[in-house]
């Protein structure tokens, strides 16, 4: 900061200078020069400046790195501006969060550019197989979501949970290593099973992680899935389906 003001003053004065050696006095011709000087100190700060309007909205990329995806934060803004409008239309949202089952396996085994690519390929796949309406996101280092705005029941969104799971999951060519991908998925509907952003998220997070303890693969949430993960409680969830293993089969 202290190099912009030394360079804005720097500049402010040779101008001036310039202006005398010119023979040019008059007040606005100066006061021409020292707005210029002011808006560039101005422009300097605004870019420069720790904690900036610019530099804050920038510290949180809305979009993660990797898959193009909107990041959690994103994701959740997006959850907020669709739940009202749910609201209003009386059209209920879902939410459905997918979680990898070995992506930690498949980066210890064939190295994390395999993995990132495994990741692209969820990413690529989801965004296929969702709607146009529907919102697909990187929330967690393996974990994605989809916001399904007009989503019309709980059915529907475990329905469609289902249908997003069947479309990720199955072999995948990753950079000459044949990799099959397995994943667990749950879902919550606004308003039957929450009645905020937040809510939605943790509960559609519940729904996923008793899926996957379960074995069961996909669940719809139910009251009591946040705390203690009793099996067996969940009466939505989908049956179970054999384990396959992630690592290379060839």
């Given at each position: 900061?202290?190099?912009?003001?030394?360079?804005?003053?720097?500049?402010?004065?040779?101008?001036?200078?310039?202006?005398?050696?010119?023979?040019?006095?008059?007040?606005?011709?100066?006061?021409?020069?020292?707005?210029?000087?002011?808006?560039?100190?101005?422009?300097?700060?605004?870019?420069?400046?720790?904690?900036?309007?610019?530099?804050?909205?920038?510290?949180?990329?809305?979009?993660?790195?990797?898959?193009?995806?909107?990041?959690?934060?994103?994701?959740?803004?997006?959850?907020?501006?669709?739940?009202?409008?749910?609201?209003?239309?009386?059209?209920?949202?879902?939410?459905?969060?997918?979680?990898?089952?070995?992506?930690?396996?498949?980066?210890?085994?064939?190295?994390?550019?395999?993995?990132?690519?495994?990741?692209?390929?969820?990413?690529?796949?989801?965004?296929?197989?969702?709607?146009?309406?529907?919102?697909?996101?990187?929330?967690?280092?393996?974990?994605?979501?989809?916001?399904?705005?007009?989503?019309?029941?709980?059915?529907?969104?475990?329905?469609?949970?289902?249908?997003?799971?069947?479309?990720?999951?199955?072999?995948?060519?990753?950079?000459?290593?044949?990799?099959?991908?397995?994943?667990?998925?749950?879902?919550?509907?606004?308003?039957?099973?929450?009645?905020?952003?937040?809510?939605?998220?943790?509960?559609?997070?519940?729904?996923?992680?008793?899926?996957?303890q379960s074995r069961t693969q996909?669940?719809?949430?139910?009251?009591?899935?946040?705390?203690?993960?009793?099996?067996?409680?969940?009466?939505?969830?989908?049956?179970?389906?054999?384990?396959?293993?992630?690592?290379?089969?060839?």
């Amino acid at each position: 900061m202290a190099r912009t003001v030394v360079l804005g003053l720097t500049l402010g004065v040779c101008a001036l200078a310039g202006l005398a050696v010119s023979g040019v006095t008059g007040r606005w011709a100066i006061g021409s020069v020292l707005a210029a000087d002011l808006a560039l100190l101005a422009a300097c700060a605004r870019l420069l400046l720790p904690g900036s309007a610019d530099d804050a909205a920038g510290a949180v990329p809305p979009h993660d790195g990797l898959t193009g995806l909107p990041n959690r934060a994103a994701m959740m803004a997006r959850v907020e501006r669709a739940l009202p409008i749910a609201d209003a239309e009386q059209v209920p949202a879902g939410l459905v969060v997918l979680d990898l089952d070995d992506l930690a396996d498949v980066n210890d085994t064939l190295g994390r550019r395999t993995g990132d690519l495994l990741l692209q390929s969820v990413a690529a796949r989801l965004l296929a197989a969702a709607r146009d309406t529907d919102v697909v996101a990187r929330i967690g280092d393996d974990e994605f979501a989809v916001l399904l705005p007009q989503v019309g029941s709980a059915p529907a969104c475990l329905e469609t949970a289902r249908r997003l799971l069947d479309a990720v999951q199955g072999p995948a060519d990753l950079d000459g290593f044949q990799v099959r991908i397995n994943a667990s998925i749950g879902g919550a509907v606004f308003p039957v099973h929450a009645a905020t952003p937040t809510e939605l998220f943790q509960r559609a997070e519940a729904a996923m992680r008793y899926a996957k303890q379960s074995r069961t693969q996909a669940a719809l949430y139910e009251v009591g899935l946040e705390g203690d993960l009793a099996p067996g409680r969940s009466s939505t969830a989908v049956p179970a389906r054999a384990k396959r293993p992630a690592l290379p089969f060839r």
